[in-house]
């Protein structure tokens, strides 16, 4: 194991944890492993299902997790794993989902899931992994880049899945396009959303990605080209130089919102009004802003690492999404109330003329 790439994991964690060496070509992703592990704590015995179930996929997404281990140890990137099998709580679930623990899965009951303590798995478990992931986002800093790896069945219900690698994303496609038509170009059958789809709210990546607005993308691996260690690591010596030239491809990651912001104890609001919403606060601070010209852009990038012109840029890049073309000065005299030039000869003090050109 390459002194660059280290482990750590201890008796009270639910996760196991694996620290890039950076600065390296992977200093800024963080990859993600739901499902890796087919094993349970001893207080939980084997739930009371057969071992032999443990070795099929109900219990862990098959090659997925030496995957992972493989390509964080590629790109010299951190990457945050499960500890425990899914059967015991599914990390890529939300609070509220039935599914969170699962009393059936793919025919086969779990007698030890019947009326568990979930709010107690959801404590002990649960929310320890999802805190360390934003931990580790919020440590790594700037805009990183999240890739959760996944691993599917040959087949389903008797029908066979003719894809070898599945792209799942919610409408954030930076990183999905680019990452599809590269695996496409090496000769890969792709799914787009397929097996899955990626569109679940309050899963593993909705919830640090989405809501964050970070790119992100989760990769899906047909099982019987990982099922084993070597298999699994020579696929990951595959998929690393492709995931590379998706990542050239999207560019230099930026925040970017997709759905409406929300909040845990919001109250149901549909997302027309939550728009408006947002809209309403979005008219209130430029308001604020255009009534404070006593705060230089340099006081707002040094405190809060935006000005006014990242908000006359944003709304440029929100126009252009809409197909709606704006250029630079006009989507920011939105923001200043009046032509930029004009309000720094008015305002501006100091030498702030380097801010965000």
Not at 9 to 29: A, Q
Not at 144 to 165: D, N
Not at 335 to 355: F, H, N, S
Request: with cysteine.
């Amino acid at each position: 194991m390459p002194p660059k790439y280290r482990f750590s994991m201890t008796d009270d964690e639910p996760f196991e944890l694996i620290s890039g060496g950076g600065p390296g070509p992977g200093g800024r992703l963080l990859f993600l492993c739901d499902h890796a592990s087919r094993a349970l704590p001893d207080a939980f015995g084997d739930l009371g299902l057969e071992r032999t179930l443990f070795a099929t996929h109900i219990a862990c997404d098959i090659g997925a997790a030496e995957v992972t281990r493989a390509l964080a140890e590629r790109f010299e990137a951190p990457a945050i794993l499960a500890r425990w099998s899914r059967l015991l709580v599914d990390l890529n679930r939300g609070e509220d989902d039935p599914t969170l623990v699962m009393k059936l899965s793919d025919g086969s009951i779990i007698p030890g899931n019947r009326g568990a303590d979930v709010a107690g798995r959801i404590a002990r478990f649960h929310r320890p992994y999802h805190a360390r992931i934003d931990e580790m986002l919020d440590a790594m800093g700037g805009v990183p880049v999240l890739v959760s790896m996944h691993s599917f069945t040959p087949s389903w219900k008797g029908r066979a899945r003719p894809w070898e690698v599945g792209v799942l994303w919610d409408r954030d496609g930076r990183l999905a396009r680019p990452l599809m038509r590269r695996l496409g170009e090496a000769g890969f059958t792709v799914g787009d959303n397929e097996p899955y789809s990626g569109e679940l709210e309050n899963d593993t990546l909705y919830r640090h990605g989405t809501m964050r607005g970070l790119p992100h993308v989760l990769i899906e691996i047909r099982q019987d080209l990982i099922a084993d260690a070597a298999a699994a690591r020579a696929f990951a010596a595959r998929l690393a130089p492709i995931l590379e030239l998706a990542l050239e491809d999207m560019g230099t990651p930026a925040l970017t919102f997709t759905r409406p912001l929300g909040a845990p104890a919001m109250p149901t609001i549909d997302e027309k009004t939550r728009e408006s919403l947002e809209a309403a606060a979005f008219r209130r601070l430029v308001a604020h802003l255009r009534g404070r010209t006593d705060v230089q852009n340099i006081d707002l990038m040094n405190l809060a690492g935006f000005c006014r012109n990242c908000l006359g840029d944003w709304y440029r890049e929100a126009a252009a999404e809409k197909g709606i073309a704006l250029d630079k000065d006009q989507a920011r005299e939105i923001v200043y109330g009046m032509p930029p030039a004009e309000w720094k000869a008015r305002y501006q003090t100091g030498p702030t003329q380097k801010i965000h050109k």
